[in-house]
């Protein structure tokens, strides 16, 4: 069955930082693009950061660009988010979500439950 | 960047049909894809590639494109429909995922 398995969430005062991991199983990991997803409380689905299979390319929403490093370790089926300097704004669910893999399109066909990220004083 | 449009909320009675709108300049020479999110829980691909439905998605979902439009059309609406629902497409030009700004669907 393909998983992934976020952790790592918690509540972090502002200008902290926090990392993020997700652990994928059911799947060959290193073969697909994997992003991160979020949510803030009551509101609408916001991509954040997106990562290449083999790791060399990274993709970065405006709103966290500079602040926010994706990564990703094959051979541990594992991808991270980095999170510094840390908003309020940036309070939501953050969700691993894995890309589909077709040539002609981008489209998350699989989701983790997601892990809830705090930002407060 | 896209600015992908949706209705925030449709309403629907049990066994009618739910129509649920994207709305963004030629978003018909785009994929637009699915996901439908029920309170608490992660979003789920309904429609993928316009018109394609993964395995365990029930026929009554589906989708179109063409134009200014995209369409996810959900037949014979039941009490578990009830959720919000995204479409989403890619943006070449960013490489970034967009997301519609969500539809909360309510079954009466």
């Known amino acids: 069955e393909v998983q992934l398995l976020e952790s790592g969430g918690g509540l972090v005062p502002p200008g902290g930082s926090l990392r993020l991991s997700c652990a994928a199983s059911?799947?060959?990991?290193?073969?697909?693009?994997m992003s991160w997803v979020r949510q803030a409380p009551g509101k609408g689905l916001e991509w954040v950061s997106g990562?290449?299979?083999?790791?060399?390319?990274?993709y970065y929403a405006d709103s966290v660009k500079g602040r926010f490093s994706i990564s990703r370790d094959n051979s541990k089926n594992t991808l991270s988010l980095q999170m510094d300097s840390l908003r309020a704004e940036d309070t939501a669910v953050y969700y691993c979500a894995k890309d589909s893999g077709s040539e002609s399109y981008r489209v998350l066909d699989i989701w983790g439950q997601g892990a809830m990220v705090t930002v407060s004083s | 960047s896209y600015v992908l449009t949706q209705p925030p909320s449709v309403s629907v009675a049990p066994g009618k049909t739910a129509t649920i709108t994207c709305v963004e300049n030629n978003i018909g020479f785009k994929s637009v894809h699915w996901y439908q999110q029920k309170p608490g829980q992660a979003p789920v691909l309904v429609i993928y590639y316009d018109t394609d439905r993964p395995s365990g998605i029930p026929e009554r979902f589906s989708g179109s494109n063409s134009g200014n439009t995209a369409t996810l059309t959900i037949s014979r609406v039941e009490a578990g429909d009830e959720a919000d629902y995204y479409c989403?497409?890619?943006?070449?030009?960013?490489?970034?995922?967009?997301f519609g700004t969500g539809t909360k669907v309510t079954i009466l």
């Open positions: 059911g799947f060959t990991f290193r073969n697909y693009i």
């Open positions: 990562i290449s299979g083999s790791g060399i390319s990274t």
């Open positions: 989403q497409v890619w943006d070449t030009d960013r490489d970034h995922y967009v």
